[in-house]
């Protein structure tokens, strides 16, 4: 009887039905119920994590943790998506300035619904959000999908106003969608992102792992950053360097963690990837210049007497 009441609880059917559902986001988010996590991005150039994906999350004490596909769904057909989406921006990038203060340069994405791009005023509230938190625009990529296309006019003018503030976009799922090549052809973008599903197949499928190369040398030709996500065996990780795709996201790296354990991962790594300043030499013996040092600090005391004397 349990399991059956728990299956019912999320069905999507029972969801899109129930009113008081959409009340309680609206409680959720009014009581700060929502967290943010974030999934590192690895560099293969670099050989370091560079970025962040900002994901939203709803843990319930008695539910446990509310599958957010099931809110993002409810969310985007009630309209909460707007106001949800907006509190998931604020918070991301008062984050980032958090990390930037501290001495952590972290770029990070955040995913925005189409709903949210329609409504009248996302780029007043984006420029306001900047202005509050003084947060590098060059830091933050929106992720957008090509579902946008709905209404292209509208929504590439908010696009390009965002982007004038020095903000970045990404087409995020490419390829999914049978109008793939014609949306990137009108959408400014500066990133794409290989969908998951091509890179769970990438070692097993010819189709899947063709396709994906060709998104690399589209992305690399259009002068593109490419970002496959889901990465999550050794054998995915050596398709993706074999066939230089620069960034990449999964489970093999991380998977989505707090902010705290974001910084404290950042930090480790500037640790380990800091090479300590080699102390001074001279140029002629190679001795180590300490309190030996001459005035011009490139020989030592005995080169000089060696000079001097000719010897």
């Not at 299956?7 to 969801?15: K, M, S």
């Not at 074999?242 to 991380?254: I, N, P, T």
Request: charged share 25%.
């Amino acid at each position: 009887m349990t399991s059956i009441t728990k299956e019912r609880r999320w069905e999507p059917a029972v969801w899109e039905r129930s009113y008081h559902k959409v009340l309680e986001l609206g409680e959720a988010l009014k009581n700060n119920e929502f967290m943010l996590v974030y999934q590192p991005k690895h560099n293969l150039a670099k050989n370091r994590f560079t970025g962040v994906e900002a994901l939203l999350r709803w843990p319930r004490r008695r539910q446990g943790q509310v599958p957010i596909d099931k809110v993002i769904d409810l969310a985007e057909r009630s309209g909460m998506i707007v106001p949800i989406g907006e509190w998931v921006i604020r918070t991301a990038l008062k984050q980032v300035k958090l990390w930037q203060d501290n001495g952590l340069t972290i770029d990070i994405s955040i995913n925005v619904s189409p709903r949210q791009l329609m409504e009248e005023g996302f780029a007043a509230m984006i420029a306001d959000v900047a202005k509050v938190t003084g947060v590098d625009p060059s830091r933050v990529e929106f992720e957008i999908t090509e579902r946008i296309a709905s209404d292209p006019e509208q929504l590439l003018a908010v696009i390009g106003e965002v982007r004038a503030m020095g903000f970045r976009f990404s087409l995020d799922d490419f390829g999914t969608g049978y109008n793939s090549l014609a949306y990137l052809g009108s959408i400014p973008v500066d990133t794409l992102k290989i969908d998951q599903r091509f890179t769970r197949e990438c070692t097993s499928s010819i189709p899947k792992a063709a396709i994906i190369k060709s998104i690399i040398q589209l992305a690399k030709s259009l002068r593109l950053q490419v970002v496959a996500e889901g990465v999550e065996t050794k054998d995915q990780l050596q398709f993706m360097q074999e066939h230089d795709c620069q960034v990449l996201q999964g489970y093999l790296f991380s998977k989505p963690i707090s902010a705290a354990a974001i910084e404290t991962l950042m930090a480790n790594q500037k640790m380990e990837q800091t090479e300590p300043e080699a102390p001074p030499s001279c140029i002629h013996c190679h001795a180590v210049l300490i309190d030996d040092r001459t005035h011009n600090e490139q020989v030592c005391h005995a080169c000089v007497r060696k000079l001097l004397l000719g010897k």
